[in-house]
C-alpha cells in the first residue's frame, strides 16, 4: 500500500461548488507539500505546510495540516474549470536525506 | 520565478539505444531529482544529487545512471533503453538540504516532463 494514500481517487464538480481533497500518512508529517499537475505536464508547486494546525491559502485554494500532523486537506472555494488537473501531495516523512513522497494524486474535473 | 527546462517534451526511442535526458534550473539551487512517473504508481525517485559530482539512489535506479557535472545541469542516462521505460520522466530542484530537527525544509520546483516512448 502506499505510504501516502489520498481520497477522493477522482472528482468531477459543477462550476462555482467547493471540494475537498485529502491526504493521509501513516506516518509523522515533517513537511507537507501540495502540488497541481495540468495533465501530460510537470507538476506546480503550489504551498507548503509545516507545522501541526498550520493552514496557507492561495488564491482560492487553502490547505491545512492537522494538529497531528498525519493529514492535511486541500479546499477549492468556488470551483473554475482552470481548477482541474491533478493535485498530489508530497511528504517527508523524515527519511535519512532529503526525500519527499508523493502521493497517488487527485484527478478533479470542472463541468462548466 | 524558478525554472526548471527540460531538454525534450517528447521522445521516441528503439530497445538498446543510449538516451539521454538534460534538465537546467536557474536558480542555483542545490539540489536536483529524477523522477518517472507512471499510472498507478505514482511519482517514483530514481536519483537525486545534492552537489556537483554527487550522486544518490533513489527508489528505482536499476537501468539508470545520472551525471551531474555543473550546478544547474543534471543528466539522466539510460545506457541501454528498454520498453518497460517508456514512461514520464520529471526532473526537480530545491535550494539545499532541509533540517527537519530546525524545520527548515525546501521545496522542490518541477520541469515540464519528458514523455519517452521506447519501442
Redesign the interface.
Known amino acids: 500500500s502506499q505510504e501516502l494514500e489520498q481520497s477522493p481517487q477522482s472528482l468531477i464538480v459543477q462550476e462555482g461548488k467547493n471540494l475537498t481533497i485529502n491526504c493521509t500518512s501513516s506516518k509523522t508529517l515533517y513537511g507537507l507539500y501540495w502540488y497541481k499537475q495540468k495533465y501530460g505536464e510537470g507538476l506546480i508547486f503550489l504551498m507548503m505546510l509545516q507545522k501541526g494546525g498550520e493552514e496557507k491559502s492561495h488564491e482560492k485554494i487553502t490547505a491545512k495540516l492537522d494538529e497531528k500532523k498525519q493529514q492535511s486537506s486541500l479546499h477549492i472555494t468556488a470551483s473554475q474549470p482552470s481548477h482541474a488537473g491533478i493535485y498530489l501531495c508530497g511528504a517527508d516523512i523524515g527519511t535519512s536525506y532529503d526525500k519527499v513522497i508523493f502521493g497517488p494524486g487527485t484527478s478533479l474535473s470542472v463541468i462548466p | 520565478d524558478v525554472k526548471?527546462t527540460q531538454s525534450s517534451r517528447y521522445l521516441v526511442k528503439r530497445t538498446g539505444e543510449k538516451v539521454f535526458l538534460e534538465c537546467v534550473q536557474d536558480m542555483d539551487h542545490e539540489?536536483m531529482f529524477w523522477y518517472r512517473q507512471d499510472p498507478?504508481l505514482?511519482?517514483r525517485?530514481i536519483y537525486?544529487s545534492?552537489d556537483v559530482k554527487m550522486k544518490?539512489k533513489?527508489d528505482i535506479p536499476e537501468g539508470y545512471s545520472v551525471s551531474r557535472e555543473k550546478k544547474e545541469r543534471f543528466s539522466l542516462i539510460l545506457e541501454s533503453a528498454s520498453t518497460n521505460q517508456t514512461s514520464?520522466y520529471?526532473c526537480?530542484s530545491?535550494e539545499g538540504?532541509?533540517n527537519?530537527a530546525g524545520?527548515l525544509?525546501?521545496?522542490?520546483?518541477?520541469?515540464?516532463?519528458t514523455?519517452l516512448t521506447v519501442t
Not at chain 2, 525544509?105 to 516532463?113: K, S, T, V
Open positions: 526548471v539540489n498507478g505514482g511519482l525517485l537525486f545534492y544518490e533513489g514520464m520529471l526537480a530545491s538540504m532541509g527537519i524545520g525544509l525546501y521545496e522542490q520546483y518541477f520541469g515540464p516532463g514523455r
